[in-house]
């Protein structure tokens, strides 16, 4: 059993800064990639930024030199820094994970997983 719970979501001044987690916890193996999807109010969810298990990153443009996704490796917990917030970054972001579950051979399976999701609303 697999959980990704998300925090650190709010509201903020557009300029502002917030920093998101989200901790991964149950039985799992090995974490293949971490990332962060957002979806916005009548708009598809979209990506984000993602940690590959390397520590490579890649961020959305409209995010690049803005957000920061680091990793806890000891903790499965990703983070999120978001700075200098723009309104049109309001969105439910959720956080994702490709990893493989399961405490013993037979019962491992890859896929992915997703959390609930933490609302950022950048606003006046």
């Known amino acids: 059993q697999v959980q990704l719970v998300e925090s650190g979501g709010g509201l903020v001044q557009p300029g502002g800064s917030l920093r998101l987690s989200c901790a991964a916890s149950g039985s799992i193996f090995s974490i293949n990639a971490m990332g962060w999807y957002r979806q916005a109010p009548g708009k598809q969810r979209e990506l984000v930024a993602v940690i590959t298990t390397g520590g490579s990153t890649n961020y959305a443009d409209s995010v690049k030199g803005r957000f920061t996704i680091s990793r806890d490796i000891a903790k499965k917990t990703v983070y999120l820094q978001m700075n200098s917030l723009k309104p049109e970054d309001t969105a439910v972001y959720y956080c994702?994970?490709?990893?493989?579950?399961?405490?013993?051979?037979?019962?491992?399976?890859?896929?992915?997983?997703w959390g609930q999701g933490t609302q950022v609303t950048v606003s006046s």
């Open positions: 994702n994970a490709d990893l493989v579950s399961g405490s013993s051979w037979f019962t491992r399976i890859r896929d992915d997983y």
